[in-house]
């Protein structure tokens, strides 16, 4: 793909469609190029939060945000959860479509670390736990 176009939910849509054809059981994702279609199928069976304190509770977690206007956004898979005093305040992310500097014009997949709260964007917790490969936090 050409620097700055969007693939970061096809990056994780890839990785779950890999745990399922490996036949992990659970529930299975659609498979889209859009952060916003994604974070729409969390909607629609009750996985989100916008508490990121709800992480503790879950075996793995996406985060995803959403633009000013609602239309575009950014996924990222939640590798680890930092705590202090027993409440999350920073999350290990693998991002697709990002660079070493943390900007859209994404060249590869990098890990980064997030402090909570994630600003300024609005920023939706998503529960995989029940999804097909999505209980990666043992």
Known sequence: YPVGTPWCALFISKAHK??????????????????????????????????????????????????????????ALVKARFTKNGKIVAVGTIEGNTNRHGGRGGDAAYERRRTIPITPYVWTFCDTTDLSGGSWWR
């Open 18 to 75: 890999v745990s399922v054809e490996r036949g992990e059981k659970g529930i299975k994702m659609p498979y889209t190029a859009g952060s916003q279609a994604m974070l729409a199928f969390f909607r629609k069976n009750g996985l989100v939060s916008a508490d990121p304190q709800d992480m503790v509770r879950w075996k793995g977690a996406l985060i995803i945000r959403t633009d000013p206007g609602g239309q575009r956004g950014h996924v």
